[in-house]
């Protein structure tokens, strides 16, 4: 508990949740009414909040950067506070290092108004062992949702239905994936003009370029390893490849050409790759 002296102690209110967290029924309020019952109970001034749902997670590491820029900056503000020691952290080292330096570096106190415990450079060693073993418990969290993720993704492969982002060709959706009116000709005929052996990657893209056909969707340019790759993704003829393993479709998206098709490139694209040597004749 911390005591107000008659001068309200200054903070910073932190509150987060992540998209997977809010679509479960937590709710960004409900931590924000916590804490401010807390700041009410204790004399405490808060003279900033910062509150990030993550629905995209550079969002989320921007705010909280944010805040401990903040905090560096204004001596006067002694605490921060947030819920719990995993709406701080999000199992992720960097974050850790941060609170750490806040803490020893420029003397910040972190109270974690549910649990009721706090992290200082007072804190007691049983203090700090809690505040170490509920730390890793929320990097073992966001490490096993990244696992369970993974898991799915590849169950979703064994199936015949690429999980990723479809390559330059095809898009994605309302779940599907569709050979797009424009991009997929240009990648269509990408392989028939390289299949001939009369160009090079770099020529096939400076073709593309000249005539104007090399505009990803992004707005961005395809690059000679852009076209690289694809002329090895057998994605094209209808198998995809994940996490290093081909699978087969099985009818989740049209295929943009044949198999004959995609085995002739391979062969050019093995001819080229291969080393040349050159014959010399010496005159002794």
């Known amino acids: ?58 969002d989320g590491r921007k705010v909280f950067l944010e805040m401990v820029e903040f905090l560096k900056m204004k001596p006067d503000v002694e605490l921060l506070l947030c819920e719990k020691v995993d709406r701080l952290l999000r199992g992720n080292l960097k974050d850790r290092v941060e609170v750490d330096d806040l803490v020893t570096k420029y003397d910040k106190k972190v109270v974690f108004v549910k649990d009721g415990t706090s992290y200082s450079s007072d804190s007691k060693s ?9 730390a890793e418990l929320a990097r073992f969290y966001l490490n096993n949702l990244s696992d369970e993720v993974k898991k799915g993704l590849t169950e979703k492969a064994s199936r015949g239905e690429y999980p990723g982002s479809p390559p330059f060709g095809y898009i994605r959706k309302e779940k599907k994936i569709l050979a797009h009116p424009e991009t997929s000709m240009v990648a269509k005929k990408m392989f028939e003009l390289y299949a001939t052996g009369s160009y090079s990657i770099r020529q096939l893209r400076d073709y593309l370029v000249k005539e104007g056909l090399a505009k990803k969707l992004n707005g961005g340019i395809l690059g000679s390893s852009d076209i690289g790759h694809m002329l090895r993704n057998p994605f094209y003829y209808g198998d995809f490849r994940w996490t290093g393993k081909l699978y087969p479709s099985k009818g989740d998206y049209e295929p943009l050409l044949s198999r004959d098709l995609w085995n002739k490139v391979q062969e050019v694209l093995d001819n080229q790759n291969k080393p040349r040597t050159r014959k010399h004749n010496f005159n002794f």
């Open 126 to 134: 049983t203090e700090k062992l809690t505040y170490g073993i509920q």
């Open 1 to 58: 508990m911390i005591k107000s002296d008659g001068n309200d102690m200054k903070a910073v209110l932190y509150a987060r949740v992540s998209s997977r967290e809010q679509e479960q029924g937590y709710s960004l309020a409900a931590q924000v009414k916590l804490i401010k019952d807390y700041v009410q109970r204790n004399g405490i001034e808060v003279v900033k909040e910062f509150v990030c749902s993550e629905s995209a997670k550079e």
